[in-house]
């Protein structure tokens, strides 16, 4: 089972990018799906998540009304689309994958069970 992110790079702020989170492996339409990011020096933290049938979503209240998420479960894929990106939005962004994960859980890293190997996001002042 492998999750592989994409779409990273160095954008100037006020700029957009849309990462990439395909899977293989297995199908991922029965599972909930999430993006986490860790910025240098820094633990890692919740971004955004997505339900099994992408009718639900959270996001972290830094990034809400900026990014959406998204799912294609024909593809496998889940897209983060980051918009009026910011300094402070420079982090390695990690996709995860977990099924049955509870609303009140879908924040948290240990409901995900498999993680991507992370693309880097790097917004210029």
Request: glycine share 10%; charged share 20%; aromatic share 10%.
């Given at each position: 089972?492998?999750?592989?992110?994409?779409?990273?790079?160095?954008?100037?702020?006020?700029?957009?990018?849309?990462?990439s989170?395909?899977?293989?492996g297995?199908?991922?339409?029965?599972?909930?799906?999430?993006?986490f990011?860790?910025?240098?020096?820094?633990?890692r933290?919740?971004?955004?998540?997505?339900?099994?049938?992408?009718?639900?979503?959270?996001?972290?209240?830094?990034?809400k009304?900026?990014?959406?998420?998204?799912?294609?479960?024909?593809?496998?894929?889940?897209?983060?689309?980051?918009?009026?990106?910011?300094?402070?939005?420079?982090?390695?962004?990690?996709?995860?994958?977990?099924?049955?994960?509870?609303?009140?859980?879908?924040?948290?890293?240990?409901?995900?069970?498999?993680?991507?190997?992370?693309?880097?996001?790097?917004?210029s002042?």
């Open positions: 089972v492998q999750l592989q992110a994409s779409g990273g790079g160095l954008v100037q702020a006020g700029g957009s990018l849309r990462l989170c395909a899977a293989s297995r199908t991922f339409s029965s599972y909930a799906r999430a993006w990011r860790q910025a240098p020096g820094k633990e933290e919740f971004v955004a998540a997505i339900s099994t049938g992408g009718g639900s979503t959270s996001f972290a209240d830094s990034v009304c900026r990014f959406a998420i998204s799912k294609d479960n024909a593809k496998n894929a889940v897209y983060l689309q980051m918009n009026s990106l910011q300094p402070e939005d420079t982090a390695v962004y990690y996709c995860a994958a977990a099924r049955g994960v509870i609303t009140s859980e879908r924040k948290r890293e240990r409901a995900y069970m498999y993680w991507g190997q992370g693309t880097l996001v790097t917004v002042s």
